[in-house]
Each structure stands twice: as C-alpha cells, then as structure tokens.
C-alpha cells in the first residue's frame, strides 16, 4: 500500500519499448522504391529476379499434384 507523502513511480519501459518496436520496419530498405535482397541467395532484386524458387508450405504438398491431375484428364 502507498503511505501519504511517498513517491510512487510507474515504471512504463516495456510498454514504451514496444510501442518503439511495433513502428519500426519489419525489413528497413534503403529507400522506399527500393526491393530489398533475396532472403534466400542474397542477390539485390533492384538488378531483376534472382532465379530462386519461392519457398513451397509442406502442408500443402499433397494439393500440389491435384492441378496435374486434372489436366491430364486423370
């Protein structure tokens, strides 16, 4: 309990550096117009595509096949 006369402080650090946090970019870029590097190979995608494959979601691996399936009239 707080006794009359005694200073009491909040402590809002965590909060405060959150809030910090939440603003900053996710990826900071050099300039907005700019497409940032592969995550993958490094390559500087302001130059072109990099040739990377993008990442496949294993869980979705067996709808992969489903596409071909129906093409070839199977």
Known sequence: AVQPGEQT?????????????????NHPL?????RGLCPVCGADLNRGPCG????????WGTLDGLGDSRTSGG
């Open 9 to 25: 402080f909040v402590d809002l650090t965590p909060e405060l550096r959150e809030g910090i946090l939440i603003q900053l970019p």
């Open 52 to 59: 990377c494959k993008p990442p496949s979601d294993a869980r």
């Open 30 to 34: 050099c300039r907005t117009e700019c």
